[in-house]
């Protein structure tokens, strides 16, 4: 008997091939026609007996970004990520009870029979034969956010258009795309199309972010700009 991931995995197998270039695989959506740049809707599944949340989130995973991200940290990190319930109010496919993120459930009377959840939980809560419906609408959503929010004409287009510029629902949503370790991967993009000053200028007391930032690892890029500047004045690329 098919396990309940089993199940979904396949559900999601067959939603990949309703849109050209995209598949499913390791748990995510990707697109990898880009010859620079693999494009992610990722469903932020995480299965426990018999039920997984839905969190989307799109990412967008330059190669070259991530081969800098690991030279210098020793790990690879997406470029850019987005959470769609961050920008709900720009969904227009998902069902709006499901903007916010959804559960999918391998028998959905079985689990209400069990707990009580509220009318609003009810509405959020998916039975495995309706996941179809909502991942397709999850992938329209998660699409039409990448081909809006980012230049996919050219690897520097895409590079220098970050980070991805949209307002979020609500107040207490805040734009977070120049925090942490999202800020971090901005000042990579800055360094691979030779914007060296970036980095410093980001480190200052000048530019001002809602949260610490990482200086720690702006220190260590800081540290290999001379070595970055030598090869992109010799190439024409930092790394």
């Not at 959804?102 to 939980?121: C, M, N, T, Y």
């Not at 007391?205 to 500047?229: M, Q, S, Y």
Request: include cysteine.
């Amino acid at each position: 008997m098919r396990t309940f991931k089993a199940q979904l995995y396949e559900i999601c197998d067959e939603v990949s091939s309703q849109f050209s270039g995209w598949s499913f695989v390791s748990g995510q959506f990707k697109n990898r026609t880009l010859k620079h740049t693999d494009l992610v809707i990722d469903p932020g599944f995480g299965f426990e007996r018999g039920t997984t949340p839905v969190q989307p989130s799109v990412c967008i995973d330059n190669k070259r970004a991530q081969k800098l991200c690991k030279y210098v940290f020793g790990a690879n990190a997406s470029t850019s990520i987005v959470n769609l319930q961050t920008v709900s109010h720009l969904l227009q496919q998902t069902p709006e009870e499901l903007r916010l993120g959804f559960w999918i459930v391998q028998d959905r009377k079985e689990f209400l029979s069990v707990g009580q959840p509220s009318q609003i939980a009810q509405g959020r809560i998916l039975d495995i034969t309706e996941a179809r419906c909502a991942l397709i609408a999850m992938m329209q959503d998660g699409i039409a956010f990448i081909d809006n929010h980012y230049e996919l004409g050219s690897e520097d287009g895409l590079l220098k258009g970050l980070p991805a510029k949209y307002t979020t629902r609500h107040v207490n949503s805040p734009y977070d795309q120049m925090e942490k370790f999202k800020g971090v991967m901005v000042c990579i993009a800055h360094i691979l199309y030779g914007d060296f000053d970036f980095v410093e200028r980001y480190q200052s007391d000048d530019f001002n972010t809602l949260f610490p930032k990482r200086t720690d690892d702006l220190d260590r890029i800081i540290a290999k700009l001379p070595e970055f500047k030598k090869r992109f004045a010799e190439t024409g690329i930092a790394i």
